[in-house]
């Protein structure tokens, strides 16, 4: 508190009366409420032991091994991706829209291309952008898996939905990581992918953050399994909310031919390559 005080000396509610102020308090609050979610897990015992017999560490292992194997037979793939936030606080309104194409490439990790984009200028360079960056530097670090190095598992039971059975488990980050998060997440009973997480941020990363809940959804796509959705919703501690969302889309494998330089120039007058050194 003594610090927030030594910072900005007048009152907090006169402090955001200033326009100026109130620009660099949303861009401190959308910073911070970017979480990415990967598919991250030490297994714990399960409570009271699974109906089916299967040990609860022999499930969150399994779920490692599959993901591994996976990992090795995905070559490539590329995506459309729609990414949408609004900040509705303090007085004003403000959202931005950002159309991406990924790729992904075994052994070099994701790139980015912006094929188009609209609204706020804040949310663009500030928030998607760093969005964008994050994600790029961890496809290549690998920092930020579900696996037993980075996070404790507790089995909480079984369920079904959309006709395939689940796993469910409770997971804490086992150290402090802006990637990491806690919350539950939901294990595919049949190929041991993670088809769901609901969670927050292992460490509130912000005075000005009260609190963030993040829901990521993953889809079986061919033999993968991949992000289909995302909504993260970040409560501002003097008012406000900042809502993100994204539509992963539809993804392709097939690794494409190389463009002639007529088409690379047509691509590179719409589109804007992000780049990250």
């Known amino acids: 508190m003594r610090r927030i005080e030594t910072l900005y000396p007048c009152s907090r509610s006169g402090w955001l009366k200033n326009p100026e102020n109130k620009t660099h308090a949303i861009l401190l609050v959308l910073s911070f409420m970017l979480a990415a979610i990967s598919p991250s897990a030490t297994a714990q015992p399960?409570?009271?032991?699974?109906?089916?017999?299967?040990?609860?560490?022999?499930?969150?292992?399994?779920?490692?091994?599959?993901?591994?194997?996976?990992?090795?037979?995905?070559?490539?793939?590329?995506?459309?991706?729609?990414?949408?936030?609004?900040?509705?606080?303090?007085?004003?309104?403000?959202?931005?829209?950002?159309?991406?194409?990924?790729?992904?490439?075994?052994?070099?990790?994701?790139?980015?291309?912006?094929?188009?984009?609209?609204?706020?200028?804040?949310?663009?360079?500030?928030?998607?952008?760093?969005?964008?960056?994050?994600?790029q530097i961890d496809s290549r670090q690998q920092t930020a898996g579900l696996t037993p190095f980075n996070y404790n598992f507790t089995f909480d039971g079984e369920t079904n939905e959309g006709g395939r059975p689940l796993y469910v488990f409770s997971v804490e980050p086992k150290r402090k990581n802006k990637l990491l998060y806690r919350g539950k997440v939901w294990i595919d009973a049949r190929d041991y992918a993670v088809a769901r997480v609901d969670a927050e941020p292992a460490e509130n990363p912000s005075f000005w953050i009260r609190g963030t809940e993040i829901h990521h959804t993953y889809a079986k796509s061919g033999d993968f399994w991949l992000p289909q959705s995302n909504r993260s919703e970040s409560k501002v501690r003097l008012g406000g909310t900042a809502v993100l969302t994204i539509d992963y889309g539809s993804y392709q494998f097939d690794e494409p031919r190389e463009l002639t330089p007529a088409a690379t120039n047509e691509v590179a007058s719409h589109s804007t390559l992000l780049g990250v050194q």
């Open 46 to 135: 399960a409570p009271g032991g699974l109906a089916s017999g299967t040990d609860a560490t022999e499930i969150v292992w399994k779920m490692v091994a599959q993901n591994a194997t996976r990992a090795q037979q995905l070559h490539y793939f590329t995506s459309l991706r729609h990414y949408h936030v609004d900040f509705n606080g303090w007085g004003r309104f403000i959202s931005a829209d950002m159309h991406v194409e990924v790729s992904y490439h075994a052994g070099s990790g994701k790139t980015f291309r912006i094929v188009d984009e609209s609204g706020s200028r804040l949310l663009l360079n500030h928030v998607l952008r760093k969005l964008l960056e994050t994600e």
